[in-house]
Nanobody, 123 residues
Framework: VQLQASGGGTVQVGDSLRLSCAAS????????MGWFRQAPGKEREFVAA????????YYADSVKGRFTISRDNAKNAVYLQMSRLKPEDTAGYYC?????????????????WGQGTQVTVSS
């Protein structure tokens, strides 16, 4: 199983950015997906998750209303649309796959991880 995250970059406060994560090596549509982030000197934290069909989504309070997670099972991809970005959103963003149904906020609830893509929001 491979997860390849992309789309990070350096943006200004208030800008938008869309992250993508491409999955391979398994039946993507049967598994839940999540996004986490890790800022320098901080622990990795949950950002958002989406169920296998895309019908259910979950967000951390810090991003609710600004970030949108979605998926395209035909393309084996999950996305994180980020808007109204703030300096505190600066972090490495990681996509993760959880085998089967359900979702989780904890790192140990996910089975596979991508390599991360850096997002830097400058003021």
């Amino acid at each position: 199983v491979q997860l390849q995250a992309s789309g990070g970059g350096t943006v200004q406060v208030g800008d938008s950015l869309r992250l993508s994560c491409a999955a391979s090596g398994l039946t993507f549509s049967e598994n839940s997906m999540g996004w986490f982030r890790q800022a320098p000197g901080k622990e990795r934290e949950f950002v958002a998750a989406i169920g296998s069909s895309g019908a259910t989504t979950y967000y951390a309070d810090s991003v609710k209303g600004r970030f949108t997670i979605s998926r395209d099972n035909a393309k084996n991809a999950v996305y994180l649309q980020m808007s109204r970005l703030k300096p505190e959103d600066t972090a490495g963003y990681y996509c993760a796959l959880r085998m089967g149904v359900g979702w989780g906020r904890m790192e140990n609830e996910y089975d596979y991880w991508g390599q991360g893509t850096q997002v830097t929001v400058s003021s």
